[in-house]
């Protein structure tokens, strides 16, 4: 079925360190993947994506990793700062459709 | 504007009311989704148009849910006699390029639909 998850619903880091978020998906013949961020009023925006044919993408402060032998998803966040803190999804891309994560909250102490 | 608007913001309605909510894409995409935010849960999809017609509705959950796009730009999602669990954020995106793999879907701010 399709279905995407994740496995840490919050994460506390210190600000200047870096963050992990990772994100399981059971569609084995999904070939897209994004990475969205959420802040509380707002819709999701973008942060990166990566297609099936790579392991690893790499974008300003963020890297996505993709394992797809354990069918795995992260993104790293590198010097997470306070404006990083939101809730973040992975989705997949399902023909015309995302299919979303439930999202993991991501808090930056100070 | 430059991105998605979404009208109104919030909602409040009695369970059994109609409502319709309102969706403005960037000028200029074609494709056109709606999905559903639970609280703490990520966005669900609802219905996908493409230019006037509804090319995928199978995110629907029932036939009290409708949504329109006449003349391909501004939709309206309608909801009939709503139901307690109606209430949620309901997201509009829209995409430059359908069907396009790696097309951006940008999304609005949600309008927050309390059903009491």
């Known amino acids: 079925g399709e279905s995407v998850g994740l496995h840490l619903p919050t994460l506390s880091v210190q600000e200047g360190d870096n963050s992990i978020i990772n994100c399981a998906y059971s569609?084995?013949?999904?070939?897209?993947f994004i990475w969205y961020k959420q802040e509380s009023g707002k819709g999701p925006q973008f942060i990166i994506d990566i297609r099936s044919n790579m392991d690893k993408r790499q974008g300003q402060r963020v890297t996505v990793l993709l394992n797809k032998t354990v069918k795995h998803l992260s993104l790293q966040i590198a010097a997470t700062q306070p404006g990083d803190s939101a809730v973040y999804f992975c989705?997949?891309?399902?023909?015309?459709?995302?299919?979303f994560g439930a999202g993991t909250i991501l808090r930056v102490k100070s | 504007g430059a991105g998605v608007s979404q009208t109104p913001s919030n909602k409040v309605t009695e369970k059994g009311k109609y409502v319709e909510l309102r969706c403005d894409p960037i000028?200029?995409?074609?494709?056109l989704y709606w999905y559903r935010q639970s609280l703490g849960q990520g966005p669900e999809f609802l219905i996908y148009?493409?230019?006037?017609?509804?090319?995928?509705d199978s995110g629907l959950p029932n036939d009290r849910f409708f949504a329109v796009r006449p003349e391909g730009s501004v939709s309206t999602l309608k909801i009939q006699r709503t139901e307690r669990g109606d209430s949620a954020v309901y997201l509009c995106?829209?995409?430059?390029?359908?069907?396009?793999?790696?097309?951006?879907?940008?999304f609005g701010p949600g309008t927050r639909l309390t059903v009491l």
């Open positions: 995106a829209s995409s430059a390029s359908p069907g396009h793999p790696t097309d951006e879907q940008f």
């Open positions: 569609n084995s013949a999904s070939d897209y």
């Open positions: 148009f493409q230019g006037t017609g509804a090319a995928d």
């Open positions: 989705a997949e891309q399902y023909g015309n459709k995302l299919v």
């Open positions: 000028s200029g995409h074609t494709a």
